[in-house]
DNA sequence: ACATCTCCTGGGGAACACGA
DNA sequence: TCGTGTTCCCCAGGAGATGT
């Protein structure tokens, strides 16, 4: 997917109020950008490191700067999580990842029971497969790990991946790591254990997990290569 | 006192209702 | 058959209210 242009640079000043980031631009001015990502972060606040914003013209918009990326040390790494939906929907649509090719049908926010969307639903005849994506953006030492705080929702979302197997349905926990300087993925069991349990209690359930390294060369951000991963 | 529930934040997308 | 408006849920966790 290609980032909306232009992009601003500047470096961070603060974020604040989970949704906003105030933000020095190269020319001086100073704006608060929305942030897209309500999560923790942690790793990720490092004020004033270079980031990214796009412009919105949509004139309803409170706050018509979006936060994009944040470089940290040499890599950048993903703010905005539906970023990571559009760079997977794309690469479902390009068949670039062989484990979910063979579908005719993708359909973003599938609906399933009463209060839950998937990310995806991909349809071939009767057959269904759900799919879930995750933005993986916190690292120690060359490991990618995921959540970055407790996620109750994280492990609802599991818990129903094992319901639509249960069903009869091809269940996808789908991770990708939106940061270029990582060579493994885990789950992080210091942060949430119960995360960490139930996402390898979903695998032996048939929920398949898929992690995949994530390209990001401003304004492009694509689907690159399977990551090694440990449960 | 502690646990659980609900609402709230800003933007985005899908589904649905409605009027032209 | 359009376009527009509304509702719901997604992202995740904090704050306050309510329940045990």
Redesign the pocket.
Known sequence: MILPEPLFSGKLIQRY????ADIELETGEIITA?C?????MIGLLQNGSQVLVSK?Q?P?????F?WELIKIGETWVVVN??NTN?VIHEALLKNQIPELIGYSEI?????WG????FDFLLRKESDQCFV?V??VTLAENIIALF????????TK?LNELMEVVRKGHRAVMCFLVSREDCQLFKPAAHIDLVYSETLRKAQENGVEVLVYQAKISPPQITVDYPLKFEL
């Not at 109020?17 to 906003?20: M, N, V």
């Not at 359909?107 to 609906?111: C, F, I, N, T």
């Not at 009463?114 to 969307?117: A, L």
């Open positions: 109020k989970r949704f906003l929305h897209a990502n309500p999560g923790s919105s949509d309803k918009r409170k706050f018509p979006s999580t539906a559009r359909k973003p926010e599938a609906v009463d209060h839950t969307r879930e995750k933005n959540p970055d705080s407790i996620t109750q929702r994280g979302h």
